[in-house]
T-cell receptor, first 110, second 115 residues
Framework: EDQVTQSPEALRLQEGESSSLNCSYTVSGLRGLFWYRQDPGKGPEFLFTLYSAGEEKEKERLKATLTKKESFLHITAPKPEDSATYLCAVRTDSNYQLIWGAGTKLIIKP | GAVVSQHPSRVICKSGTSVKIECRSLDFQATTMFWYRQFPKQSLMLMATSNEGSKATYEQGVEKDKFLINHASLTLSTLTVTSAHPEDSSFYIC???????????FGSGTRLTVV
């Protein structure tokens, strides 16, 4: 069964303290792995799409990487405004729908 | 970039009435629309998938007669919650995708409260 697991469930960091969020997946055929940011009471905001192992993408303080089993979202020197829930989802060869992880709630304390 | 507009952002309705939520793709053709429901502190739960001009495909456990989905054009999909009850209170989010291009763009969500 296709599955996406995110860890940790929640992460509290001090401003400037770098860390990583994990998204592990077991799917029959990966067509794309997506990272989204969601603020409370809002819809998910697109961050990155990764398609093949070894691919990396960056945007400001965020960097996403992909292996054959997992993806990491690295956050460098985070600021309080980076606080949000980060969602990971995958699209497989057999389905156009996204399979979602449960999300990681990131809290950056000033 | 791709933009999806979802309205209303908040709605309060009385039990037994119906509520319609609109989702519009503003600068691309949404060949496929997805409707999600999200409970507090949980991830997105897919309710249904609709392709333009076709009937929606509902996920197991979602009542198609209660959650009516219309996707009559490439830029507009609507979700109507019929005979709403307090247990239907939730956060509803739409997502639009153009299959030829790929990618999934989300609306800003609708907070439905049934009193």
């Amino acid at each position: 069964e296709d599955q996406v697991t995110q860890s940790p469930e929640a992460l509290r960091l001090q401003e400037g303290e770098s860390s990583s969020l994990n998204c592990s997946y077991t799917v029959s055929g990966l067509r794309g792995l997506f990272w989204y940011r969601q603020d409370p009471g809002k819809g998910p905001e697109f961050l990155f799409t990764l398609y093949s192992a070894g691919e990396e993408k960056e945007k400001e303080r965020l960097k996403a990487t992909l292996t054959k089993k997992e993806s990491f979202l690295h956050i460098t020197a985070p600021k309080p405004e980076d606080s949000a829930t980060y969602l990971c989802a995958v699209r497989t060869d057999s389905n156009y729908q996204l399979i979602w992880g449960a999300g990681t709630k990131l809290i950056i304390k000033p | 970039g791709a933009v999806v507009s979802q309205h209303p952002s908040r709605v309060i309705c009385k039990s037994g009435t119906s509520v319609k939520i609109e989702c519009r793709s503003l600068d691309f053709q949404a060949t496929t629309m997805f409707w999600y429901r999200q409970f507090p502190k949980q991830s997105l739960m897919l309710m249904a998938t609709s392709n333009e001009g076709s009937k929606a495909t509902y996920e197991q456990g979602v009542e198609k007669d209660k959650f009516l989905i219309n996707h009559a054009s490439l830029t507009l999909s609507t979700l109507t919650v019929t005979s709403a009850h307090p247990e239907d209170s939730s956060f509803y989010i739409c997502s639009a995708s153009e299959r030829r291009v790929g990618g999934y763009t989300f609306g800003s969500g609708t907070r439905l409260t049934v009193v």
